[in-house]
């Protein structure tokens, strides 16, 4: 997914108009007069969100023109900083997750839009981008992260599927079993995948721990999930850090191609998967949604909401753009979180921000998405709680905790002292600063 010059793909079908980049250009008085906007996305060929969007929205507005320009989706912030200061960014751009609203409103790279939010009524995340007051984007998706599996390799195996009673053990117990399973039946493949993410052991531990607070620097309920998460290693239950970093494994052809019975993912991968299947990228299989394991059985079973997390995605507008793209970018935001736009996104797949039961119909009556209760309940009800609370001070903890993730699941560190050490960074060098 490495890019070395943005690429830039015309999504409407009208005529292309030549007009220039962010600002400058277009005073024009007339409502009707034709714009061009320009939306940041990433992974275009494997992520139909960005297209479905701009295509939408040209439909309802045949005067507006909408522009993909494509960023590495492994460095987005990076690139999107650099293009920001250097005033070649879109008019229109993702914040990928709250980790970095804060960086983006406090050095007054996002436009104020509360005259769009105000008729949002609650849409859920809208909150998550206010400060004083004031909002500065508008979320178009709101992700949670649930259990992937593969019900062909559970039969191969010989091990009973997901229920939604599990807590962690009973899900480390499940992986082993799965791996044993599979390799007695002549398969390859293993009982989970763990992608390289530290979001994969750190954003559920922080989401489920009783007390759990990112922000108070105190990092032990970290503990728990990293020792299961090696455990899984060290017995082969799952790849190792090693691994996946060195020959670059991809969660999508992991589990799109069989080589892992389970996977930790987030809700956004059942449009890649859907759309990977048609492609060939993804084998055709008999696969479920279940709910993340939980911390204790107290948010287990159908009669309770499980906890898990996931950021709202959202959509912010570059102040560069001159009054006429400002504005057709200010109904682009509204209507990204509208209700035809959610029920445009959840018919290739993807969980909008805002949900209902015709959204919820919408994306279990594609074809490819099981339609078990259990996979519904998964997809349906849970208690989804941030990843990154907004503060000043998440960007620097996160960054903290990114290197104690490689440390630990190299194996470079153990769990104790690489938890010692982080606590200690974040007090002298962010909390305290």
Not at 57 to 72: G, M, Q, R
Not at 404 to 416: F, P, R
């Amino acid at each position: 997914m490495k890019r070395a010059f943005p690429a830039m793909i015309s999504i409407a079908t009208a005529v292309t108009l030549v007009l220039a980049g962010c600002g400058g250009e277009d005073e024009t008085t007339d409502p009707n007069a034709p714009v061009k906007i320009t939306l940041a996305g990433w992974s275009l060929s494997t992520t139909p969100e960005f297209k479905t969007l701009a295509d939408g929205f040209h439909a309802a507005n045949p005067n507006v023109t909408v522009e993909l320009k494509e960023y590495d989706a492994a460095n987005y912030d990076t690139q999107m900083t650099a293009d920001l200061a250097a005033g070649t960014a879109p008019e229109v751009y993702v914040l990928k997750n709250l980790k970095n609203f804060y960086t983006y409103q406090s050095g007054g790279q996002l436009v104020d839009v509360s005259d769009i939010a105000s008729g949002l009524g609650t849409l859920p995340g809208l909150k998550t981008y206010q400060v004083d007051g004031k909002t500065f984007a508008v979320p178009y998706r709101q992700d949670s992260w649930v259990l992937y599996y593969n019900k062909d390799l559970f039969d191969k195996a010989k091990v009973a599927v997901p229920d939604g009673s599990w807590t962690w053990d009973e899900y480390a117990t499940a992986a082993k079993s799965l791996t044993a399973g599979l390799k007695a039946a002549g398969s390859t493949a293993t009982g989970v995948y763990q992608h390289g993410w530290q979001s994969t052991v750190q954003g559920l531990a922080l989401a489920q721990t009783p007390g759990a607070d990112l922000l108070g620097g105190d990092f032990s309920y970290l503990k728990p999930y990293y020792q299961r998460a090696l455990d899984l290693q060290s017995a082969g239950a799952q790849p190792n850090f090693g691994t996946v970093t060195t020959n670059k494994l991809t969660y999508q052809a992991q589990f799109g191609k069989q080589q892992s019975a389970m996977m930790l993912m987030g809700t956004w991968y059942v449009a890649t998967l859907l759309s990977q299947r048609k492609t060939g990228d993804a084998d055709k299989f008999t696969w479920g949604l279940a709910p993340a394991p939980q911390f204790d059985k107290s948010t287990t079973g159908n009669a309770a909401t499980p906890v898990t997390f996931g950021d709202p995605t959202g959509l912010g507008i570059n102040p560069k753009a001159g009054k006429a793209k400002l504005d057709a970018a200010k109904k682009f935001l509204a209507y990204a979180a509208s209700d035809d736009a959610a029920k445009a996104l959840a018919g290739i797949g993807i969980t909008p921000a805002s949900t209902s039961d015709v959204v919820t119909q919408a994306l279990f009556g594609l074809d490819g998405v099981p339609g078990d209760d259990l996979s519904k309940f998964a997809f349906a009800k849970h208690e989804t709680k941030p990843e990154n609370p907004v503060s000043k001070y998440t960007a620097g903890l996160q960054n903290i905790l990114g290197e104690l993730h490689s440390a630990v699941m190299s194996g470079s560190k153990g769990v104790d002292d690489a938890v010692t050490a982080a606590q200690t960074r974040a007090k002298n060098e962010v909390l305290n600063q």
